[in-house]
């Protein structure tokens, strides 16, 4: 869901806005008024307005209105909001200015400014959250403090003190919006952050991983693997669980009927319990953290009883984020995979290639045009790999090795030469918490369309939210 909307008219006879899902124009938006924590009445997002349909808003039905019945006094007026129904995603006011920014984060306090530019009496409330968790709401209404000359605006000051300090490594995952908005507020302390914090992404594909290295105090051999993801775009590891093999054992057995002859099946943790666990590993859950410095989200699994064969692609063709490359797939060798059952290649270093998307190699995408998208996009992406610098490099693997590779990394399985060998293996693909994810094969960044299916996160089967915030 990507809300869009607002609310234009709030006064003693009426509230009036609308609202829309830029993901899905065709969606009735059905929400809530609000006075406080009450529900005053439900209404649907569904009346025509022509102006919306000529801003491009599909057929332009997604106005809404709601007359107070007995009207209501103009001191109610402030206590009243507008949510999309059953959630704590609130409408804001057309008039809506709303600014703020985080100006100090650090080991005794998050401390900033809230205000609606607008209307300067209001006092805005502001949602602190420690990566996904919300951990304060907080009114914005205290004086400026007084070590604090010039910036942020009197009288719209908040600051949350800790209760025990947090690790260092916690502060950069605070962020801070207007609540029940999607409005992060800036960051701009005082300390400017460093410029290789600025830089939004992954950590092992960061330009200046040198200095994070060195500034956060990386151990050596989380350092060596961040260095060889960073520049191969792959990274194999064993898994030490030791409830591996027999995961692994079920995994095989469990799905053994159900492939029909199929190459691959799909999603398969949503009806089993193995399947899922694998892809939550702990152990793998916790490099993934490491490695690109945001915890990560299982959200999709394939299973492969053999060899793919698959020809080289690009997996940010199929799961991109924005900020990019803030996903990745780990793939799970359940048996010995060598020169004969069809081993994954990939080519050394592709990753740090340009992400083309559809549009970047002139194309739009259309269900009926996935084919031949899918072709002419490997095409070219052949043609650079073909230009060299980029070796090509076969995984021979164990039973119990895993390989990461990075979003864009190049990558296919080779031809099987022994056709009575299997090749058991799984591979889950993982977003990262904070980033507005989407599936480029539908989408169309130029068209500010950025289209993603309900994506679950294989924990929980709950849908992953989709917007983005920074982390310094
Ligand atoms: O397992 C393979 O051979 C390739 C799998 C793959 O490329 C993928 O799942 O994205
Ligand atoms: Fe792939």
């Known amino acids: 869901m990507n809300l869009v909307g607002f609310i234009d008219q709030l006064d003693a006879h009426i509230v009036s806005g609308w609202a829309a899902d830029l993901d899905d124009l065709h969606r009735t938006i059905r929400l809530e008024v ?5 529900v005053l009445a439900q209404v ?20 809404f209105s709601y007359e107070w019945p007995t009207g209501l006094r103009s001191s109610d007026l402030r206590d009243v909001w507008v949510r999309i129904e059953g959630s704590d995603q609130a409408l804001i006011r ?21 205000l609606n530019a607008a209307e300067p009496i209001e006092i805005r409330e502001v949602d602190v959250y420690l990566g996904a968790e919300k951990i304060a709401t907080l009114r914005a209404e205290v004086a400026r403090p007084v070590d604090i000359e010039g910036g942020g605006a009197d009288g719209h000051w908040f600051e949350y003190r800790w209760e025990e300090p947090p690790p260092q490594e916690a502060l950069r995952h605070v962020s801070v919006r207007h609540a029940n908005t999607e409005l992060w507020l800036d960051y701009s302390p005082r ?28 151990r050596p051999d989380l350092a060596s693997a961040l260095r060889e993801l960073g520049r191969q775009g792959a990274l194999t590891f064993r898994i030490r669980d030791p409830h591996f093999p027999a995961l692994a054992d079920r995994i095989v057995g469990d799905l053994a009927s159900l492939y029909d002859g199929a190459p691959r099946l799909m999603d398969a943790w949503k009806h089993n319990d193995a399947v899922a666990q694998l892809a939550y590993l702990p152990e793998i859950l916790e490099l993934l953290e490491r490695l690109y410095g945001r915890p990560p989200i299982p959200f999709q699994t394939l299973n492969f009883p053999v060899g793919t064969e698959q020809s080289v692609h690009t997996d940010t063709l199929h799961f991109n984020s924005r900020p990019p490359r803030f996903m990745c797939a780990v793939w799970v060798a359940f048996e010995r995979v060598d020169a004969d059952n069809g081993p ?53 693997l164990e039973r119990g090795d895993a390989v990461i590779w990075a979003a864009n990394l190049h990558h296919g399985g ?20 904070g980033v507005r994810y989407y599936s480029p094969m539908e989408s169309n960044v130029y068209n500010n369309s950025l289209v993603a299916p309900d994506r679950r996160d294989i924990r929980t089967g709950e849908p992953i939210p989709n917007w983005a915030r920074f982390i310094r």
């Open 94 to 114: 057309n008039l809506a200015r709303l600014e703020g920014s985080v100006e100090r984060c650090d080991a005794s306090m998050i401390r900033g400014w809230a």
């Open 414 to 433: 080779t031809p099987i030469r022994d056709r009575r060998r299997t090749r058991h293996s799984q591979v889950t693909h993982y977003y990262f918490e």
């Open 44 to 63: 649907k997002a569904d009346a025509l307005r022509p102006d919306l349909k000529q801003a491009g808003y599909g057929d332009g039905r997604h106005a």
């Open 344 to 396: 994954l290649f990939y080519h050394r270093g592709s990753h740090r290639l340009p992400v083309l998307e559809l549009d970047d190699v002139g194309l739009l995408g259309t269900a009926a045009s996935y084919g031949q998208n899918y072709k002419l996009h490997t095409r070219v992406i052949q043609k650079l790999l073909d230009q060299g610098g980029y070796e090509r490099e076969t995984l021979e």
């Open 191 to 218: 300390e400017e952050p460093p410029y290789y914090r600025l830089l939004q992404v992954p950590r092992c594909e960061s330009p200046f991983l040198e200095e994070i290295i060195r500034e956060d105090g990386i």
């Open 34 to 38: 609000m006075r406080s924590d009450h």
